[in-house]
């Protein structure tokens, strides 16, 4: 069965510290892997997407890994900001299908206090 | 940012009422999809569309409908709606490899 973990489910930390979100996947044949950033009542915004081939990837203060063999990906937070705060969910897409479907995680709220 | 839009934001309604939840890209994308989610939960795809003319039901079965009669427009319509529909309604049109997501309907059903 194709599915999507996520841990932790929630997560406080202080504004300034870093932080890192993890993801298990067994969606086979496996496409690409998202991760997502959900403000509370928004719509996800993209963060990142990495294809089997790539190991790392950076957009500004976030930086995502991925390691294919063992179907993991982690989302790392540098230098915490309020505004992080949000819902930051992995989502992983198979390429055994036209549409390309997609496998959501929970997500993992944060918190960032000042 | 993206170009999709969704109608109303918010939309508080009694039972048996008819509704339509409105999406609309600019981006020329064939794919369009519709999402409920739940508070906490993850997404569920309910309808998806591959072009004018084409949709298909996703995984989450759903009393809603859809249609695609303009490729910029993909709307939802519930004919008589029921307290088990309430839930936010995500719209999200697709450029492959990304899906970009609209920002959301929170539908409530007294």
């Known amino acids: 069965k194709n599915q999507v973990e996520q841990s932790p489910q929630s997560l406080i930390i202080l504004e300034g510290k870093n932080c890192t979100l993890q993801c298990n996947y067994t969606v086979s044949p496996f496409s690409n892997l998202r991760w997502y950033k959900q403000d509370t009542g928004r719509g996800p915004v993209s963060l990142t997407i990495?294809?089997?081939?790539?190991n790392t990837k950076s957009n500004r203060r976030y930086t995502a890994t991925l390691d294919a063999d063992t179907k993991q990906s982690s989302l790392h937070i540098t230098a915490s900001q309020l505004s992080d705060s949000a819902s930051y969910i992995c989502?992983?897409?198979?390429?055994?299908?036209?549409?390309?479907?997609?496998?959501f995680g929970r997500g993992t709220q944060l918190t960032v206090w000042p | 940012e993206a170009d999709i839009y969704q109608t109303p934001r918010y939309l508080v309604i009694g039972t048996g009422k008819k509704i339509t939840l409105e999406c609309s890209q600019t981006?020329?994308?064939?794919?369009m999809y519709w999402y409920q989610q739940d508070p906490g939960m993850e997404l569920h795809l309910i309808h998806y569309?591959?072009?004018?003319?084409?949709?298909e039901k996703g995984d989450l079965s759903s009393e809603s409908t859809v249609s695609r009669i303009r490729t910029e427009h993909f709307p939802l319509t519930l004919e008589s709606a029921r307290p088990s529909h309430t839930s936010q309604y995500l719209c999200?049109?697709?450029?492959?490899?990304?899906?970009?997501f609209g920002p959301g309907t929170r539908l409530t059903v007294l």
């Open positions: 981006m020329g994308h064939d794919k």
């Open positions: 999200a049109s697709s450029g492959s490899p990304e899906q970009f």
């Open positions: 989502v992983v897409s198979d390429r055994g299908s036209t549409l390309g479907r997609l496998y």
């Open positions: 569309s591959y072009g004018v003319n084409s949709t």
């Open positions: 990495m294809t089997f081939s790539e």
